[in-house]
């Protein structure tokens, strides 16, 4: 599998571009702000072509290109129901407005084909399966999108975890902001992440990647879920637009 991922625009918001190889069909996670010509460049090294975006939330960070992304290759994006409104209306989404300089730069509104994510779908993508968990907290329509491990030729292949907001490299995703939910999240930490394998490559919205095993070891958040305490700790900061 071929992951290429980098952050995008003023936010730094992680876009991903995930394939079964170079060469092939991929699919396109997060295409956030100043992300265009990132994905240009991922498609042009590893001979891509694109055939859908998915979408972790509806975030203005995380969903600023999906209009010119997909109106450029002629894809869907897939969203979860309850953050579509904000590809629209993404002021609402933050309870605040957006500077004008950054508003300048941004697609507001949706691409052509826009289709909704249900929890527990498997999506065949690119000749991948990517599984979607509902994971609210940080929104309301948060999902993850796993993509299972694999064995062969001498090779093993951890299985992938695409957060989004939910789960960072020592911390977790704001709930301060129209939607957000700290018990929520709390309980999305526990459903979507703790079952799976301490192998589990976590590539979140922001900043770098992690691991399952490392996250349960050390992220305050994710250990007080463990423990059965469902308070959280206050201390470790919080990330997220």
């Excluded at 509104?109 to 826009?114: F, L, Q, T």
């Excluded at 789960?167 to 902001?177: E, K, M, N, Q, V």
């Excluded at 590539?203 to 490392?214: A, C, E, F, N, V």
Aim: charged share 15%.
């Amino acid at each position: 599998m071929l992951i290429a991922g980098f952050p995008a625009g003023a936010w730094g918001t992680n876009c991903y571009l995930v394939a079964p190889a170079a060469g092939e069909e991929c699919v396109i996670i997060d295409p956030g702000h100043r992300a265009a010509p990132g994905i240009e460049d991922a498609v042009g090294k590893h001979r891509l072509k694109p055939v859908a975006v998915i979408l972790t939330h509806g975030h203005i960070d995380h969903v600023a290109s999906v209009v010119p992304v997909c109106g450029a290759r002629g894809v869907p994006a897939w969203i979860h129901p309850a953050d579509r409104y904000m590809m629209s209306a993404p002021e609402r989404a933050l309870g605040r407005s957006i500077g004008m300089p950054i508003m300048g730069e941004l697609t507001v509104g949706e691409p052509d084909d826009v289709r909704e994510l249900t929890d527990g779908a498997a999506l065949a993508l690119a000749g991948l399966e990517f599984t979607v968990a509902h994971a609210p907290g940080h929104t309301k329509g948060s999902v993850t999108f796993g993509v299972p491990g694999s064995t062969g030729g001498g090779v093993d292949v951890p299985p992938v975890l695409f957060s989004g907001d939910l789960l960072f490299a020592g911390s977790i995703g704001r709930t301060d902001l129209p939607g957000g939910d700290h018990a929520e999240i709390l309980d999305s930490l526990g459903r979507v992440c703790l079952p799976l394998d301490d192998s589990t490559v976590v590539l979140s919205g922001h900043g770098p990647q992690t691991t399952i095993g490392r996250e349960r070891a050390t992220n305050p958040y994710l250990r007080e879920v463990a423990a059965g305490y469902g308070s959280g700790p206050t201390a470790a900061p919080r990330r997220g637009m």
